[in-house]
């Protein structure tokens, strides 16, 4: 059984037994939806511009405002840069890298995995990536393969976001099971920040929503991906991109601090025709809302006398 075809060309997964849902989109390979069925709720986060067609608009003077503009949430996979624009020898990159920009190819597909693979053209490297619909919520498989006989170096950063669900006054998040600040809105403030902390060892990270019982778990190598970025916004960007209107935070494993160290693309190395692995997991528990308990009057408490 192949995937079925979503919204906007994206493939559509489902978990063995049913429990949740996962929307791919070729554009990035980007899971752009993560659903628990019996409840209906949405994981991640979704913008209400994510199916706009951008073949005829007008670019933006950079690609750090043209990706702002796009951006529609869910999971990218950031390589072979992750950040601001930058020049490595006498090669551009874009923000956040060329793959979350190309269009990968769909190699293979049933109904609740696809592969996906794109040969980048700013570095010699080729990325294949296997999307997997599981019991506990998705994975991601990713093979990065140098396909020169040159020494690669490069940055990898995972970036899934998880939207409105999971952002209230009492959420909370965990590194290695270690509270972590955050910044949460209390009623209708705004709150918003960005950190980059060390996860070597610690190669998990909760979100929890305990009023709307959700909790997430992001799942990486922490060898390979030693720190994590955690970036929030909820409604504190009044004006572009967001106008006000986002909640969001993001989990995201990476492999080098956000701001750039040394002259080179990344930390990470490839000799000529290696590969290298990863794999990532966000698991997901969704408390399902259960009947109102009905109200004997044997058992009411009564007025003393």
Same mark, same amino acid.
């Given at each position: ?15 063995? /037994? ?243 160290? /040394? ?9 000529? /025709? ?32």
């Amino acid at each position: 059984m192949t995937a079925a075809a979503g919204t906007g060309g994206r493939l559509r997964l489902r978990s063995p /037994g049913g429990e949740h849902a996962v929307e791919v989109d070729p554009t990035g390979a980007r899971v752009a939806s993560l659903e628990h069925t019996p409840t209906g709720t949405e994981l991640l986060l979704r913008l209400p511009w994510e199916d706009e067609d951008w073949s005829g608009a007008y670019p933006s003077s950079s690609s750090n405002e043209e990706w702002h503009r796009r951006y529609a949430g869910g999971w990218h996979t950031l390589v072979p840069h992750a950040g601001d624009a930058r020049t490595v020898d006498g090669v551009e990159h874009p923000f956040h890298g060329e793959a979350a920009w190309r269009r990968w190819r769909v190699v293979d597909q049933d109904a609740c995995s696809c592969t996906l693979e794109v040969v980048l053209r700013t570095v010699p490297l080729t990325l294949r990536r296997t999307v997997r619909a599981t019991p506990a919520g998705v994975e991601a498989v990713q093979q990065v393969v140098n396909h020169s006989p040159r020494t690669v170096a490069f940055t990898w950063t995972e970036h899934p976001t998880f939207g409105g669900a999971l952002a209230g006054p009492g959420s909370t998040v965990s590194l290695g099971g270690e509270p972590v600040e955050a910044a949460f809105p209390l009623g209708s403030e705004p709150a918003g920040g960005f950190r980059s902390l060390r996860a070597r060892g610690r190669g998990d990270a909760e979100l929890r929503n305990d009023a709307a019982g959700i909790v997430v778990v992001v799942r990486w190598d922490p060898d390979l991906f030693p720190y994590l970025h955690l970036w929030q916004e909820h409604r504190a960007t009044a004006g572009f991109p967001w106008y006000g209107t986002v909640d969001a935070v993001a989990l995201e494993p990476a492999c080098r601090p956000y701001d750039v160290e /040394g002259e080179a693309l990344g930390p990470l190395v490839l000799a000529g /025709g290696e590969t290298m692995t990863a794999r990532f997991e966000i698991a997901a528990t969704v408390r399902r809302p259960g009947p109102t308990p009905p109200t004997h009057p044997h058992h009411e408490a009564k007025e003393p006398r």
